[in-house]
C-alpha cells in the first residue's frame, strides 16, 4: 500500500440516481477526510474519521450525503438522489494522529458528473 | 470571515526561471500552513509546510516564507521546470488535518 486509493476514478450517474464512493487510506493512519473540489476552485472540507468515529461534518455534507468507515479503515461516500450541482471531484484524504505536522495525504479522487 | 487566499490566479514563467507564488490569509491564530501541488486529474500532492513560530523552511528546491505581520505565505520555486506546471494551493490547519484551501494560482513553465 503505497498511498490513498479511491474507486472509482470517473462516475457519470443520472441525476436523481444515488452513488458510493470507495476510499482506502494508508494502512496505518486513523484519520480519514473527505473533501469536494469543482473546476478552479481548491478542495472544500466535508467531513473527517478518527478511526470509525465521525468527528466533523460540514454544512457542505447535505441530508443527500452520507459517508461511514465501519471498521475505521476504508471508508464510503454516499451521495443519494443526486443533483447535477453535485458534479466535482471528491478526494479522500489520510492523516496519523499524533504526527506533529498531520501531513495529510490525498488519492487521486473520484470526478462526478451528474447528467 | 476568516479565508486564505490567493493573489495571483496565473503565473507564466520561462523553464529555469525562479517562480513566487503568494497566499494571503486573513486568520490571525493560524499557526500552520502547507502548499500544496496539484497537476491535473490526480490529487493534491504536499509539498511543504511552515508553522508560524518560523519564518522561513527551505526543502528541495522550493523555500516558504511566513510574513505572520501581513498574514502573507510565500512559495518560491528555484530554476522551475516544465514538470513543475500544475496548480499551486496554499491551505491552513486550524484542526488537525481540517484544511482550509484557498483558490490555487495555475503555474505554467514554458520551455
Known amino acids: 500500500d503505497t498511498g490513498v486509493s479511491q474507486d472509482p476514478r470517473h462516475k457519470i450517474t443520472k441525476r436523481g440516481q444515488n452513488v458510493t464512493f470507495r476510499c482506502d487510506p494508508i494502512?496505518?493512519?486513523?484519520?480519514l477526510y473527505w473533501y469536494r473540489q469543482t473546476l478552479g476552485q481548491g478542495p472544500e472540507f466535508l467531513t473527517y474519521f478518527q478511526n470509525e468515529a465521525q468527528l466533523e461534518k460540514s454544512r457542505l455534507l447535505s441530508d443527500r450525503f452520507s459517508a461511514e468507515r465501519p471498521k475505521g479503515s476504508f471508508s464510503t461516500l454516499e451521495i443519494q438522489r443526486t443533483e447535477q450541482g453535485d458534479s466535482a471531484m471528491y478526494l479522500c484524504?489520510?492523516?496519523?494522529?499524533?504526527?506533529?505536522?498531520?501531513?495529510?495525504?490525498f488519492g487521486q479522487g473520484t470526478r462526478l458528473t451528474v447528467v | 470571515g476568516e479565508s486564505v487566499g490567493l493573489h495571483l490566479p496565473t503565473l507564466s514563467v520561462q523553464e529555469g526561471d525562479n517562480s513566487i507564488i503568494n497566499c494571503a490569509y486573513s486568520n490571525s491564530a493560524s499557526d500552520y500552513f502547507i502548499w500544496y501541488k496539484q497537476e491535473s486529474g490526480k490529487g493534491p500532492q504536499f509539498i511543504i509546510d511552515?508553522?508560524?513560530?518560523?519564518d522561513k523552511r527551505q526543502g528541495q528546491r522550493v523555500t516558504v516564507l511566513l510574513n505572520k505581520t501581513v498574514k502573507h505565505l510565500s512559495l518560491q520555486i528555484a530554476a522551475t521546470q516544465p514538470g513543475d506546471s500544475a496548480v499551486y494551493f496554499c491551505?491552513?490547519?486550524?484542526?488537525?488535518?481540517?484544511?482550509?484551501f484557498g483558490q490555487g494560482t495555475i503555474l505554467t513553465v514554458h520551455p
Open positions: 491551505a491552513e490547519n486550524l484542526v488537525l488535518g481540517k484544511l482550509t
Open positions: 511552515i508553522r508560524s513560530n518560523m
Open positions: 494502512s496505518e493512519h486513523n484519520r
Open positions: 484524504a489520510s492523516s496519523l494522529r499524533g504526527k506533529a505536522d498531520a501531513e495529510a495525504f
